[in-house]
């Protein structure tokens, strides 16, 4: 049973930081595609970082998260975590972990970012 478990959210002021911890269980984790989506009230899911290769050394940003965010992988750990620093309001939303391989995706829970003052 594949589960994929998202920790690290809460709220914090603007120009703060947070780093969102995922944890896998039920896949051979170094063979995924670890991603993070987020998703505020009245929008779509979007994407806001990938890491594709299994060392970690190949990653996706959206442009409003580039330089601000690092997403990171640890195999021996089953973790994926998304370091975000200098967080704005408008990167308030609901973080979900996402794990793809081939036509197959995971989901997590989501975890509540929220950023004001």
């Known amino acids: 049973q594949v589960q994929l478990v998202e920790s690290g959210g809460g709220l914090v002021q603007p120009g703060g930081s947070l780093r969102l911890s995922c944890v896998a269980s039920g896949l051979t984790f170094r063979h995924w595609e670890m991603r993070w989506y987020r998703q505020a009230p009245g929008k779509e899911r979007e994407?806001?970082?990938?890491?594709?290769?299994?060392?970690?050394?190949?990653?996706v940003y959206a442009a409003p998260v580039k330089g601000r965010f690092t997403i990171s992988r640890d195999n021996a750990m089953n973790m994926v975590y998304l370091q975000m620093n200098g967080l704005k309001p408008e990167d308030t939303a609901v973080y979900y972990c996402?794990?793809?391989?081939?036509?197959?995706?995971?989901w997590g829970q989501g975890t509540q970012v929220t950023v004001s003052s």
């Open positions: 996402n794990a793809r391989r081939d036509l197959t995706n995971y």
């Open positions: 994407l806001v970082a990938g890491v594709i290769s299994s060392d970690g050394s190949s990653t």
